[in-house]
Every structure is written in structure tokens, then in C-alpha cells.
């Protein structure tokens, strides 16, 4: 023999050796093996690859094959025979496998260096994945003992397996474990699964759908029995009780032999099982929990948040999210609940306004002016609407954080809710309206608080103002209202004016609050132009004059102001009290925007008395130095101011409006006065003078007698005849120093129905015209339906705008050629384009 002729081997020597070496490690981990044995065990797997003209690489990977696959029957046999013969428990099949895999797995795992260089070479190459030229079958050695025993062993037993682990977990159960108490048995079979996933890249694969998938049914039907048998020997309340149990239990047990996707999979099914299941059962019986009284929060609680198990579960292939319908239908429950109990309150509160009184009466009663006793049953006014709404909206605002956690789905179910039964009030738009102005108001007695009292009851109009569907009326409301209590002086500060403008300018924006804003920087400049007219007095630019207003004509409009004239001879006198000017009179004078304010000019022939009159032609001649070119209406009606009585047992202070100063100052000169004299004595008509003389009437002051000289005693404006007479009550007599004389004040009227007005419904007209205008000049081209959803959503921050209503404004624009319809569209598809 030479150095290159290659030494000579046996294939069935050297095999014997492999294969008695193979065997003997599979059957004792322990056995040692010294290191010139394992060298020639390499070097004969070396030798036989490498053999001269007939390798013997494919006979010795079948050989090897073939050992393996005798090797595992033997040990197949052994566990049948265990678990057909012997009685014992179902862990210890489980821990038998467990045995006799890790053995032999470990023992495949050394085993394997023998064949490296069959597995570098010859597998490779031939590998029925990746290899070069692949040959079905051939796996890596070590890959190939484990398909071996997937194939001859884990198929064989694999039903016992999942069984007696099945019957493991379910005796945990039975035994309200939070674990197994199994010595580890489940959780080390369980790792055996991804061991034999390895032709898998995901190597739980051959776990998921051979024993996890059978868990999650096994642990659905375990629960659906004993769900159904609970519920048929226990109340509602003390069956999620225990299913929060149950729950708690099965979460522990499942963190203790699965990971965390597992587990969750086997507590979804318990949950589906346990809730889903009887989900119509136990929603319904959230309607007794919310009616009981009082609720059963704790219930509800504990209801919720087993319902919300159900959110973010997984489909049992895994992945897909399952829309949670037990909890749209609590929302729903605990949505027409809440909504119930706002519109029982509503209705009472309409029942206990059928006892009304007049809107004269109730004008006077706010006055102080109605007698003693006087009148009907209390009405339901502002504060007892807001008031009811307000505690409804606490009360189950308290419930939604109590109960569901004040998560997002059920503050949406309370503000819906609230929505419907706020505006179930009639009017609610003008009553919140008129609420606020209670509040911000100094002639109401809801204003005479401190100020944390008063801004957290502006936070709740701004509560209550988000529910308002007709934001559009309420802005009318609020500032026609805003304009009294700006031209009054009687707003209670400027800070409570500014957070009611914050509230509502956080819902509905900057531009519903900017004419709101407007009118304050009129007050503001209001205030510089008195100073400055005043200056200009002083320095010689006029006399004093009247109390009014005016329009500002390019300026802005004018708004009235406090006012009088000199003493005169009947005992009237105007009091100084502003600004000192001469003739022992004072007045101011807003001037406001044109636009801003909620005013429209009154035409009128009113003649001021004359220390008005002068005033008004002083303060025009100042105006039009400072302004040149501007021009302004005066608003007569909306004047007012004092006057001092010098005619009675004591003297009186007298609060009235710009006209009545007018008939009051003619009986300077005489004590008793025609009705016709006193209307020309001021230039009104007849039918105008009875509105300003009835309230001068009904407070006392003067006395009226018909033409026969008989005493009359009106009810109403419409009671006062042509011919009758005034006379000056010289007995008069008031509690009070200062009187204040007014017209009905709406301020606090009882609830009545009324549908939006002509004014409103033409407001809204433009609106929707001009939001559909926006609309398709951004976008040229739009269908129907989107049109109408964009054109909602502009407008929904001011009023609920119905589809019948856009499309009729959609067809008023057509016929303006504003808008062109698309032909050619398939029915209910319509379209339009911007043609303008």
C-alpha cells in the first residue's frame, strides 16, 4: 500500500460500531465515551462519505434512518403498554413523554456530531428545502431524528397527550386552582411541541394547531356548561361575581404553563363562553341595576368591565379583532336610560309650568312691584330648568366614572343622552340664554353670589350650552340680552362676561363670539367718548342735555344711554351722578357698530323733553368734530335714566325709560293731563303712548279717571280709552326709595312652545347657502351625499341641519346658477358642480 492508495473500510464494520455507539447515548445520557472512541466514530462517518468511486453517503443516512425509526417504536411500545396496563394519573403519561423525548433529544443532539461531515457535505446539498439538488426526504441529521419521532411517535400519541392535558387543566378548574399542582408536567410537554415545530419558521406552529386550538374549544365548552348551570342557580349580580372569579383563576393558571398569545387565546374563550354567551341576559339586566335605587354602581361596575374583556379579543385563527356588540348594547341600555330620566324630568317641568301667569304679572313681580299676595302658583322659571338638567347631567356624569370608567364610548352615550333631553325643553336654546343672563345680570338675585359660585355656574351653562342643537338661537338670545346688559350697566362684572364668552367660544369657535366680542370694545370706546365729550364741555363746546342714543351712520350704530334735564316746577328733578355737567345733569351715550348689535332703528317721532333735547344736539356737534363725516341714528327706545320726586311725603328715586321720562316731565307743569295731550306732548301716536303710560299706572305713580271724571283701573295697555285722563298719585308711597319702572322683563317667562321663527329660518337659509357654496368651491365637483355630510358638519357647531333642507337650498342655488347637476349619474348617485 502507498500513501495514495486510501486505506480500506468495511461499511457493516464500521456501521456496527456507529450504530451500538448511537444506541447505547439514546438509551443512557450518563454513559461516558472517551475521546479516541468519539474521534473514530467522526472518522468513520468521514471515511465511508469519502470512499473511492462508491461514497456511501445516501446508504448511510437510510441506515441511520432506519435505526432511529426501530429505536422510537421500542420506546412507543413502552409508553402504550404504561398507559394501557397501569393505572395512574393523567400527568404521568405526560411526564413519561416528557422523559423519554428529552432523553432522546439530547442524545440525537450529541449523536449528531458523529455525521457533521455527512450534514456539511452530502445533506447539504441534497437538503429537500435548501439544498442544491433536493431530494425528498433528506433533512439534517438532527432535524431528521426529530421527524422520526414526530412521525412514528408524537402521531402515535398525540390524542392521549391532549387529552390527559385537558383532563390536568379541567381538575385545576374544578379545584379553583390558580395553577396546575402538576410538578411542571404540561408546561415541559409543552416545550416539547416547539422542539418537533422545527420545519417551521414559526415554531409554535405544530403547538397551536395540535393541542392549543383543541385548549380554546375544550376551555369554551368547560365554561359554557358551567356558565349555563350558575345562571340557572344564581341572580345576575352574583353570577359575575363569580365569573370574575373564574376569570381571575383561569388568567393565573394560564400564565403558568403558556405564554402570554396562548393564554390569551384560552381566557378569550372563557370570556366568549362565560359573557358573550349570555350577554342579551346580563345587558338586560342593566336596566334594573340603573333603575334600582339607589344604583347599583358596583354591579354595573363589575358588568362593564367583564364586557370589556370582549373588546380586545382575538379570533381564534388569531389576528382579527372582534367588534364588541355587548357593549353597543350596554351603551345603549345605560343611553335610553339616562335619556328616560331627562325627559320624565322635562315633562314635570312642563307640568308644573301649566300654572302660569301672565306675562305683565310676572314682568311686575320681578319689579317688586306686585302686591303682597297678589298672583298665581309658582312657575317654572330658568333656574328651575337648568337646575333639573344640571343635576341630571351630574348625577349620571358621577354614574359614567362610578360605573363605566368614563371611558370615551360612554361620556358619548351621556352626551347623547343629555342632547335629547335638553332639547326636549321647548325654547331651550332661549331659556339657557336667559339663564345667563340671570347670572351675569345685576337685577337678579341668581347674580348676588360670590364669584366662584357664579363661574362655576357659568361652567354649567357651558355645559348645557354644548347640548343646544339651536346654537344659532341662542346666539340671537344671548345677545340681545348682552346688549341690555350692556347698555343698563348692569352686567356684573367684565370678568363673568369674558368666561361666558370662553365657554362658548371653546365649543363653537372664535367667529360665533365675535360680534359678541365687538360689543364689549364699543363699551370700551363708549367710555372714551364720554371722557372726551365731557372735556369738550368743560372747555366750553356746549350745554348740558338728554339721556338716549344713536346710530352711527358709516360709524356704527348708537345705543341709548342715562339721561335728564333740569329741575322743573311739578318736583321732578334729574340727578347727577356720572360725570357733573351743567344744568345738574349727566348723561352717557353708547355709540355702537353698525352690525354687531342685535338692535334694528325704531321710526319714531319722539320729541325728547327739551333738557334731552339740548343734550342731543350738544353731543352731535361734539361727535361730528371728532368724527367728521359720520352720521348717527338715535335710539330712542332704548334710552333710559333717573328722576327726583320732590312731590311726594318723601322723595323717590324713579328708574324708567327715555319716554317715560318724557310723559313724567310734562307734569312739571300741571298735576292732571289728558292721555291725548301727554302722547302729543312727546309726539307719539295714541296707540304708542298707553305702552309707556301703563307701567307708570300700575306702579303707582299716576292715577287715571275717564272723561266723567270716575276713577279707572286698567289691566292692561289695551284698557286705558282715548279720552281719559292722568293725574299725579300725590299719596304715592313705595317700600323703596329708588322705583324702577319697566316693561315686561322675558327674562324669566314660563315654558311654552314655539317653533323657530321666520327671521331664524331665513338666517339658517343663508348659512346652509353659504356652507354648500364653501363646499363646491374647494372641490368643484361633489355627489349628493357628500355635499350634505360636508355641509352638516360645517354647520353642526351652530344647528342640526336636516338633508331635506340642504337639498332644498342645494336646488335654490341650481336655479341661481350658482351650482350645474351632473347628468348622466345612476340613480341616487346625484351630483353638482361649481358653475359660479
Not at 411542571?184 to 386550538?213: I, M, P
Not at 309650568?353 to 303682597?372: C, F, H, Q, T
Request: hydrophobic share 35%; with cysteine.
Amino acid at each position: 500500500m502507498t500513501l495514495l492508495t486510501p486505506e480500506p473500510i468495511d461499511f457493516d464494520d464500521t456501521w456496527v460500531l456507529l450504530e451500538s455507539s448511537l444506541i447505547t447515548i439514546l438509551q443512557d445520557l450518563g454513559q461516558g465515551f472517551p475521546n479516541d472512541l468519539w474521534i473514530s466514530l467522526y472518522t468513520g462517518v468521514y471515511k465511508l462519505c469519502t470512499k473511492p468511486m462508491d461514497p456511501q453517503h445516501s446508504k448511510l443516512y437510510a441506515r441511520l434512518k432506519e435505526t432511529l425509526e426501530l429505536y422510537v417504536a421500542g420506546v412507543l411500545k413502552g409508553l402504550l403498554a404504561f398507559d394501557n396496563a397501569t393505572a395512574h394519573s393523567y400527568t404521568e403519561l405526560l411526564v413519561r413523554y416528557r422523559t423519554s423525548f428529552h432523553n432522546y433529544s439530547v442524545g440525537m443532539h450529541y449523536g449528531s456530531d458523529w455525521f457533521k461531515y455527512l450534514d456539511r457535505h452530502w445533506i447539504n446539498t441534497n437538503h429537500c428545502e435548501t439544498g442544491v439538488s433536493p431530494k425528498e426526504g433528506v433533512y439534517f441529521v438532527r432535524e431528521m431524528s426529530l421527524m422520526v419521532w414526530k412521525e412514528r411517535v408524537f402521531e402515535a400519541l398525540k390524542e392521549r397527550l391532549r387529552h390527559n392535558t385537558m383532563k390536568v387543566i379541567n381538575a385545576a378548574r374544578e379545584r379553583n386552582l390558580s395553577n396546575l399542582d402538576d410538578n411542571d408536567a404540561v408546561r415541559s410537554l409543552l416545550k416539547t411541541y416547539e422542539t418537533l415545530g422545527f420545519e417551521k419558521r414559526d415554531r409554535s406552529h405544530l403547538f397551536q394547531t395540535e393541542l392549543e386550538d383543541f385548549l380554546v374549544t375544550d376551555t369554551g365548552r368547560y365554561y359554557s356548561r358551567r356558565g349555563s348551570d350558575l345562571l340557572q342557580h344564581m341572580s345576575v349580580p352574583r353570577y359575575l361575581q363569580e365569573v370574575e372569579r373564574y376569570l381571575q383563576e383561569e388568567a393565573s393558571r394560564c400564565e403558568s404553563f403558556v405564554g402570554s398569545y396562548s393564554a390569551r387565546r384560552i381566557l378569550v374563550a372563557a370570556q366568549e363562553a362565560l359573557i358573550k354567551a349570555h350577554s342579551s341576559r346580563l345587558v338586560e339586566e342593566a336596566r334594573g341595576m340603573l333603575s334600582a335605587s339607589p344604583e347599583k354602581r358596583v354591579d354595573l361596575r363589575r358588568l362593564f368591565t367583564l364586557i370589556s374583556y370582549l373588546e380586545d379579543g382575538e379570533t381564534r385563527g388569531g389576528g382579527g379583532a372582534v367588534e364588541n356588540n355587548a357593549m353597543k348594547a350596554l351603551e345603549e341600555v345605560v343611553r335610553d336610560h339616562v335619556r328616560s330620566v331627562g325627559l320624565t324630568v322635562v315633562k314635570d317641568l312642563q307640568a308644573k309650568g301649566a300654572m302660569d301667569v301672565s306675562d305683565d304679572e310676572a314682568g311686575v313681580r320681578d319689579n317688586d312691584l306686585l302686591p303682597a299676595g297678589g298672583g298665581k302658583a309658582a312657575v317654572v322659571t330658568s333656574d328651575d330648568v337648568v337646575a333639573a338638567m344640571l343635576e341630571v347631567y351630574e348625577h349620571y356624569k358621577g354614574l359614567m366614572a362610578d360605573s363605566f370608567d368614563s371611558s370615551p364610548g360612554f361620556r358619548a352615550v351621556l352626551d347623547e343622552a343629555c342632547k335629547s333631553f335638553v332639547n326636549a325643553v321647548p325654547q331651550a336654546s332661549e331659556w339657557l340664554a336667559r339663564y345667563a343672563h340671570c347670572l351675569l345680570d345685576k337685577g337678579f338675585k341668581e347674580s348676588k353670589v360670590d364669584e366662584g359660585t357664579r363661574q362655576e355656574s357659568l361652567d354649567h351653562v357651558g355645559f348645557l350650552f354644548a347640548y343646544i342643537a339651536d346654537k344659532d338661537i341662542f346666539h340671537k338670545y344671548y345677545s340681545k340680552l348682552l346688549s341690555k346688559r350692556i347698555i343698563q350697566l348692569t352686567s356684573v362684572s367684565d370678568e363673568a362676561e369674558e368666561r361666558m364668552l370662553k365657554n362658548m367660544r371653546k365649543i363653537s369657535g372664535f367667529e360665533y363670539t365675535s360680534k359678541l366680542q365687538r360689543m364689549f370694545v364699543d363699551k370700551t370706546l363708549s367710555r372714551d367718548l364720554h371722557t372726551g365729550y365731557v372735556e369738550w364741555q368743560v372747555r366750553g363746546g356746549g350745554i348740558g342735555g338728554g339721556g338716549g342714543g344713536g346710530r352711527g351712520g358709516g360709524g356704527g350704530w348708537g345705543g341709548g344711554g342715562l339721561g335728564a334735564g333740569a329741575e322743573g316746577e311739578g318736583g321732578f328733578v334729574y340727578p347727577a351722578g356720572l360725570v357733573q355737567l351743567p344744568m345738574h345733569f349727566e348723561a352717557f351715550t353708547f355709540v355702537l357698530t353698525a352690525g354687531c348689535w342685535p338692535l334694528q332703528s325704531v321710526s319714531s317721532s319722539f320729541k325728547p323733553p327739551a333738557p334731552i333735547e339740548d343734550y342731543v344736539v350738544s353731543f352731535l356737534d361734539f361727535y361730528s368734530e371728532v368724527h367728521s363725516g359720520r352720521k348717527l341714528e338715535w335710539l330712542y327706545h332704548l334710552g333710559h335714566g333717573e328722576m327726583v320726586t320732590h312731590c311726594f311725603d318723601k322723595t323717590y328715586r324713579i328708574y324708567s325709560s327715555t319716554f317715560q321720562m318724557g310723559l313724567l316731565h310734562q307734569f312739571n307743569d300741571s298735576t292732571e293731563i289728558a292721555v291725548s295731550e301727554l302722547a302729543r306732548g312727546i309726539n307719539v301716536s295714541d296707540t304708542e303712548i298707553v305702552r309707556h303710560l301703563f307701567p307708570l299706572i300700575k306702579a303707582g305713580l299716576l292715577r287715571l279717571h275717564g272723561a266723567d271724571g270716575a276713577d279707572l283701573k286698567p289691566t292692561s295697555c289695551d284698557d286705558i280709552p282715548p279720552g281719559a285722563r292722568a293725574r299725579l298719585n300725590a299719596s304715592f308711597s313705595h317700600k323703596r326709595t329708588r322705583v324702577k319702572i319697566n316693561i315686561v322683563d322675558h327674562s324669566r317667562q314660563p315654558l311654552k312652545e314655539a317653533k323657530p321663527s321666520t327671521e331664524i329660518i331665513q338666517d339658517r337659509k343663508m348659512s346652509v347657502q353659504a356652507a354648500i357654496s364653501r363646499v363646491m368651491k374647494i372641490r368643484k365637483e361633489a355627489s349628493h351625499r357628500d355635499l350634505v355630510v360636508q355641509v352638516r358638519e360645517q354647520l353642526r357647531h351652530l344647528f342640526d341641519v336636516d338633508p331635506p333642507f340642504v337639498k332644498r337650498n342645494i336646488e335654490d342655488l341650481i336655479n341661481k346658477d350658482y351650482l350645474h347637476r351632473l347628468e348622466g349619474r345612476e340613480p341616487g348617485k346625484e351630483g353638482y358642480k361649481y358653475v359660479a
